[in-house]
């Protein structure tokens, strides 16, 4: 909202303080600010349990946030279109050597990018991604998956240190 002196001579569009008031809306902003855009934040509850040589999609059951409703069965899929801050950080734990272990992000079903792949053997460890990406706002969805090789056993750490979240960081 432009600040404007109207017709009795009283400035408009600014708090007592002289700070914008409340009445700034989200269109008033410049093209390039988000403002309220989409934001969530969920981790994984049960865990995830994982199969040798095949991408598995974790499961996020838990939401600490979910300002626009758009985060549901691990999967966050925004309605508002422009470039969102992905994270996502996984705690694991293994019994034995288990190869490589890679954490994926996938849009609309498919590999969009990941992590190196990393050798484990014998241990707990974690693994983080984060990623800039451009969404649609109507029929882009994302997801995370975690892919490893080898014989070993491993599981996604339950809890809130496995986590999923992400905001729109500027509107399209």
């Not at 988000?34 to 999609?57: D, L, N, Q, R, W």
């Not at 549901?72 to 705690?91: C, D, E, K, M, W």
């Not at 990406?133 to 240190?161: H, K, R």
């Amino acid at each position: 909202m432009p600040i404007s002196i109207n017709g009795s001579g009283s400035i408009t569009g600014l708090s007592a303080g002289g700070l914008p008031d409340a009445s700034i809306t989200q269109a008033d902003l410049a093209s390039n600010v988000s403002g309220v855009g989409p934001a969530f934040s969920a981790y994984s509850a049960s865990g995830t349990p994982m199969t040798h040589g095949a991408y598995v999609k974790v499961t996020f059951d838990t939401e600490r946030y979910d300002t626009n409703s758009n985060f549901a069965s691990s999967r966050f899929t925004p309605t508002v279109a422009g470039y969102y801050q992905i994270n996502s950080h996984l705690v694991y734990l293994t019994t034995s050597s288990v190869g490589q272990v890679v954490l994926a992000l996938y849009k609309n079903g498919g590999v969009e990018t990941y992590t190196n792949f990393v050798t484990h053997t014998n241990s707990g460890s974690s693994i983080n991604l984060s990623y800039l990406i451009s969404m649609n706002g109507s029929t882009d969805y994302i997801e995370m998956y975690f892919y490893m090789s080898g014989a070993g056993t491993l599981s996604v750490q339950a809890g809130p240190q496995t986590t999923f979240n992400g905001f729109l960081a500027r509107a399209a």
